[in-house]
T-cell receptor, first 113, second 113 residues
Framework: SAVISQKPSRDICQRGTSLTIQCQVD?????MFWYRQQPGQSLTLIAT?????????ESGFVIDKFPISRPNLTFSTLTVSNMSPEDSSIYLC??????????FGSGTQLSVL | AQSVTQLGSHVSVSEGALVLLRCNYS??????LFWYVQYPNQGLQLLLK??????LVKGINGFEAEFKKSETSFHLTKPSAHMSDAAEYFC???????????FGKGTMLLVSP
C-alpha cells in the first residue's frame, strides 16, 4: 500500500488569491489524480498527472485555473488560481497502485471568503 | 456514460445491527465496482472491489458486497455494526482505467450504542 501526505489540511483564503496543495507519496507511482469534493456532492476528477507529461484535464477544468505539477514519481501539486467562493471545496489527491487500487490523501478543506 | 446512485445520504443503525448501504450503477460495459470508506480527517480507503469472477466480494473489517447485474446493484453489507464503522462510504464504478472512476455522493453511516 501507499501512504499519501497531503498539505495543507485546511485553509481559509481571500478571493483572487491562489493556493498550492502538495501531495507526497511514500513510494514511486506512475499515475496520480486530483479530485474535488464539493459540499453534498460526489468526488469529481479534476485531472490526471503523470510524471514527465502534461496533466490531462477533465471536462470543465482548465490548466489556467488548476495548474498541476508532477516533477517526479512521488510528488505532485495542484494550484487553485484566482479563487472565488465557488472554489470552496475539499481537494483530494490520489495515487494509483496495483490491481486498480487507488490510495488517497486526507484532503484539503478550502474555504474562500 | 457511467453513473452511481447511493440511496440515502445518511443511514443510522444500532451497534450489533445489520448494515446495508445501497448502491446502483449504470455502465455501458461490464463495470469494475468499488466501495471506499472515509473516516473523519482521513483519506478514502478501499473496502472492497469487484472486477470479474465471484459476484460476492469480501472486504476488510467484515464488509461484503454482491454484484447483481440484473439489478445493476452493488450493495454493501455487514452482519453486525460496530461503533468504529461510523464513517462515510462511497460507491464507485469504472469502465476500465483509473481516470474513468465515477463516485457516488456518499452515505454517512451513523452507529448508536
Amino acid at each position: 500500500s501507499a501512504v499519501i501526505s497531503q498539505k495543507p489540511s485546511r485553509d481559509i483564503c481571500q478571493r483572487g488569491t491562489s493556493l498550492t496543495i502538495q501531495c507526497q507519496v511514500d513510494s514511486q507511482v506512475t499515475m496520480m489524480f486530483w479530485y474535488r469534493q464539493q459540499p453534498g456532492q460526489s468526488l469529481t476528477l479534476i485531472a490526471t498527472a503523470n510524471q514527465g507529461s502534461e496533466a490531462t484535464y477533465e471536462s470543465g477544468f482548465v490548466i489556467d485555473k488548476f495548474p498541476i505539477s508532477r516533477p517526479n514519481l512521488t510528488f505532485s501539486t495542484l494550484t487553485v488560481s484566482n479563487m472565488s467562493p465557488e472554489d470552496s471545496s475539499i481537494y483530494l489527491c490520489s495515487a494509483a497502485g496495483a490491481a486498480e487500487k487507488l490510495f488517497f490523501g486526507s484532503g484539503t478543506q478550502l474555504s474562500v471568503l | 456514460a457511467q453513473s452511481v446512485t447511493q440511496l440515502g445520504s445518511h443511514v443510522s443503525v444500532s451497534e450489533g445491527a445489520l448494515v446495508l448501504l445501497r448502491c446502483n450503477y449504470s455502465s455501458s460495459v461490464p463495470p469494475y465496482l468499488f466501495w471506499y470508506v472515509q473516516y473523519p480527517n482521513q483519506g478514502l480507503q478501499l473496502l472492497l472491489k469487484y472486477t470479474t469472477g465471484a459476484t460476492l466480494v469480501k472486504g476488510i473489517n467484515g464488509f461484503e458486497a454482491e454484484f447483481k447485474k440484473s439489478e445493476t446493484s452493488f450493495h454493501l453489507t455487514k452482519p453486525s455494526a460496530h461503533m468504529s464503522d461510523a464513517a462515510e462510504y462511497f460507491c464507485a464504478v469504472s469502465e476500465g482505467g483509473y481516470s474513468t472512476l465515477t463516485f457516488g455522493k456518499g452515505t454517512m453511516l451513523l452507529v448508536s450504542p
